[in-house]
């Protein structure tokens, strides 16, 4: 418990600023719960205090860190699956279409498949990005905890290393010839040469998604070991 002035007013005074840097280490603070709150109180005397909407910080200790990074990163690889699943269905439509008559490719129905496996590409690649955002940030963070292992960070960049290419890359020659395909400017044996390249494109970003998940997944389970063995 505590408190601490930012800034002193003044009878005139009709507004103030202040910062306030928290530091669990500075403040000495064990792993607990901390609520913080601002207020204000009117330079009156007898001015009451008016408190913020309370914000609540959990200082962890070192274990409970690199658990809360395990956790994520089994999130963010659990999203990683899902997205395989996805890009799996997708690979059996491109299939589907692939293995029309001649002359139904070019029909409506078939057009609008072919733009929605476009579209469905497109969502991919930036859902992707976030995800790719999101390991960034999560190995700064590991980074501050030298209770995790260097060798389980190191298979954590490994796999940050293995995504990156993917959206601009095999995903992005997809999701394009995906759409070529679908263009009425094409000739059907246009469109099916467009399909099957946009097939092994999207069948590439596949496999380098699943390599990457098993990379990210490897890296939990070294973080899980060393982290248990520092406990001990």
Known sequence: RGEKVLADGQPTQTGLKGTFLFQARALKLSPQRVVIRGFTQDYKPGGKRVYSEPMIIFVLSKSEHAQMIRNELERITSDLEGMIRRMDAMADEAKRLKGMENGKLKDAESQERLHALADEEQANRRELGDLLNRSESLFKEASRNSQ????????????????????????????????????????EQESRKDLDDGENSHSEATQALKDTMNQLSKSAQDMEASTFVARL
């Open 148 to 187: 995790i292992d260097p060798a389980g960070m190191k298979e954590f960049m490994k796999g940050i290393s293995m995504l990156k290419p993917i959206p601009d890359g095999s995903m992005k020659m997809a999701q394009k010839l995906f759409r070529d395909s679908a263009s009425e400017s094409r000739s």
